[in-house]
């Protein structure tokens, strides 16, 4: 490192507060005042409880700075002498996206002490000596390159409430405010947009417009829609990144890619639990307990996709962060383990129907198609939503956009597939929906009250 006392360039990004009252006033303030980005921001402690607690991670190349302006301390309400305190930063370097230095090192000792002793190389520990204002410019060297965790430590006794502010800036050469794996996302997300863009127009041409022997139902057109918002949340993503990586802040964008996001999210879920309850390709109708899984799904949805989108813009050093981005991750996964519940079902109905004379044949090769999208749907979760997660949590600095491109492979290939088995051509065979006088609706009855669920791969023998 080289270290200089200078001025601090500062953008105000939003403000990371205590945990708030209320959810809602929570995802409100963050959608119509802004969100902190962990590339430029303000973060404001108020009494936190926590002592030692991980502040920021960026990639950075050789050349890079960190900028950090340290002010306002307060110990117990500033009713303790700030000469007697021991406060400051750690700055760690790891290859990866790792930050669980403060829990490895639970023990009564400072982490000051354990520093010095297991010191690595490009590591430093800035002690606070000025307790009005500390400013620092932290330069990386050509042999330095690799991810930077920046730490906020306290050696008072547990129960001390600390309150600061800290201005940090964050960039590579030529300013790239992106992360170093993070530089190409927007290039991805333009590629991925105008792939989804070729994708749509090859789904409206070849299968939405009017012809011989097409039946396009419904659920035909709420897929389109899906398509659509899923091209534009990508492609304003990119122009969010875009700007992101060139000024250190995106401006109205986040906005606009938030509603985007917001729009595709539920659309997905609600395409998914249609599609799997068999709206429209096996009845014509939705039964109660359909309808309760997407009342039961698409609130959760619009919450978890609104708080998630924002807490992971948020800096990590404020005290909700982590706390609530586990909490929206099991959310989200809640809701794609609920939407399963109407293929379940479905595929349990067919099972029974597929022994029906007269019926056997068409409505076993509807079972094998439902079991064929029950596995499809388990196998997006699983890509999206763990290995993704896996991805960018070992990932070395340079590669942490794979976790994006497989994320966004996986939904691609997720959307042709789908689209591939529920097409409305003459000659696919789960498209020759039951009337209203095929489907014995006492059946359906019987279904939903029924209280065992049988997986939906058993075969019986």
């Given amino acids: 490192f080289r270290f200089r006392v200078g001025d601090v360039m500062v953008a105000k990004k939003g403000t990371a507060t205590g945990p708030s009252w209320c959810l809602v006033l929570l995802v409100v303030a963050c959608v119509f005042f802004g969100s902190a980005h962990a590339l430029i921001h303000k973060l404001k402690i108020r009494e936190d409880l926590r002592g030692s607690f991980f502040i920021e991670s960026f990639g950075f190349e050789a050349g890079g700075k960190l900028k950090m302006n340290f002010t306002n301390l307060k110990i117990d309400g500033g009713n303790q002498n700030l000469e007697e305190a021991r406060v400051g930063f750690i700055i760690k370097r790891t ?133 659509l918002l899923k091209m534009a949340a990508v492609f304003f993503h990119a122009v969010e990144m875009h700007y992101l990586k060139i000024n250190g802040h995106p401006g109205a964008w986040s906005i606009v890619y938030f509603i985007f996001a917001l729009m595709k999210g539920v659309m997905f879920f609600v395409v998914v639990g249609l599609i799997g309850s068999g709206w429209g390709f096996i009845k014509p109708f ?3 307990k359909d309808k309760n899984i997407l009342l039961f799904v698409i609130p959760l949805q619009v919450v978890d996709n609104i708080a998630l989108a924002i807490i992971e813009e948020t800096a990590p050093g404020s005290f909700i962060w982590l706390t609530w981005v586990d909490i929206f991750r099991i959310v989200d996964i809640v809701c794609c383990v609920a939407v399963l519940a109407p293929i379940v079902w479905s595929v349990n109905h067919l099972k029974q129907a597929s022994q029906v004379d007269g019926k056997a044949t068409r409505n076993f ?97």
């Fill in 95 to 227: 290859s990866v996206r790792y930050h669980g230095f403060i829990d490895e090192h639970m023990t009564p000792e400072c982490l000051f002490d354990i520093q010095n002793r297991v010191r690595e190389p490009f590591e430093e520990t800035i002690v606070i000596t000025d307790f009005n204002a500390l400013q620092r410019e932290i330069t990386v060297r050509v042999d330095g390159t690799s991810f930077y965790n920046v730490y906020f430590v306290s050696c008072q006794k547990p129960g001390t409430q600390i309150s600061f502010d800290l201005d940090m800036e964050m960039y590579n050469p030529v300013l790239d405010y992106l992360s170093t794996g993070d530089s190409v996302l927007p290039t991805l997300y333009t590629f991925f947009s105008f792939v989804y863009l070729l994708t749509a127009v090859w789904w409206i041409w070849f299968y939405m417009r009017p012809g011989e022997g097409r039946q396009i139902y419904r659920i035909h057109y709420l897929m389109t829609i899906l398509l």
């Fill in 286 to 288: 939705l039964s109660d």
């Fill in 365 to 461: 090769t509807k079972l094998k198609l439902f079991q064929t999208f029950y596995l499809t749907v388990i196998s997006f979760i699983y890509m999206t939503r763990i290995i993704v997660y896996l991805l960018d949590s070992s990932l070395n600095f340079r590669w942490t956009w794979m976790a994006v491109f497989v994320s966004e492979v996986s939904t691609l290939v997720f959307i042709l597939c789908t689209g591939n088995m529920f097409k409305p051509v003459a000659d696919n065979p789960f498209l020759k929906m039951d009337t209203e006088r095929d489907v014995e609706l006492n059946e359906f009855k019987d279904r939903d009250s029924a209280p065992e669920l049988h997986h939906p791969l058993d075969r019986d023998d």
